[in-house]
């Protein structure tokens, strides 16, 4: 008897989830339906920034660690270890791909060692970059004398 009542249950299951699942028929009332105001957004203006170029040959605008890298290369150099300053001035160029006095000293030192058309390639980067002041002085001195070679 026991085993005929589960068998039905089992059976009406299914049936019984199908039935709670459906959704109504009849349309609600329409005094029961809450009132729904759809106001159009306002259009969002974004705001009018106008474009100015910021100073970049400044030390203070570098990140500190290719402030360090420029000054370890330049002690490095000093030192007698071209090789080393220019690993470092290469590491401070992956670090600021944009700051302009990397690419001059490290055209500074292409020139020392004789690669003259790397020294002027590298020194016209600086220059492209927007150094300004001193370093494009710097930059503009150097593509002569490079040039002269």
């Known amino acids: 008897m026991m085993n005929f ?7 009406c299951l ?14 609600m009332d329409e ?24 100073p ?5 605008r570098a990140p500190s660690a290719v402030v ?5 290369a ?3 150099a000093q030192n007698g270890d071209p090789k080393a300053a220019a690993s470092s001035l290469e590491r401070a160029l992956r670090m600021a791909p944009r700051f302009p006095e990397s690419y001059y000293r490290l055209g500074e030192l292409r020139y ?6 790397q020294a002027i390639s590298l020194a016209q980067k600086a220059l492209r970059l927007g ?7 710097q930059a503009q001195d150097l593509v002569s004398k490079a040039s002269a070679h």
């Open 5 to 11: 009542f589960n068998k039905c249950a089992v059976l």
């Open 14 to 27: 299914p049936w019984v989830l199908v039935a709670c699942g459906t959704i109504p028929t009849q349309p």
């Open 31 to 54: 005094t029961k339906r809450p009132a729904v105001i759809e106001t159009p957004p306002e259009p969002v203006q974004p705001p009018v920034v106008s474009p100015q170029e910021a």
């Open 56 to 60: 970049v040959d400044s030390a203070a």
């Open 68 to 72: 360090y890298l420029i000054k370890r």
């Open 74 to 76: 330049e002690q490095q």
């Open 112 to 117: 020392l060692e004789g690669a003259y058309n």
């Open 131 to 137: 150094a300004e002041g001193m370093l494009r002085r």
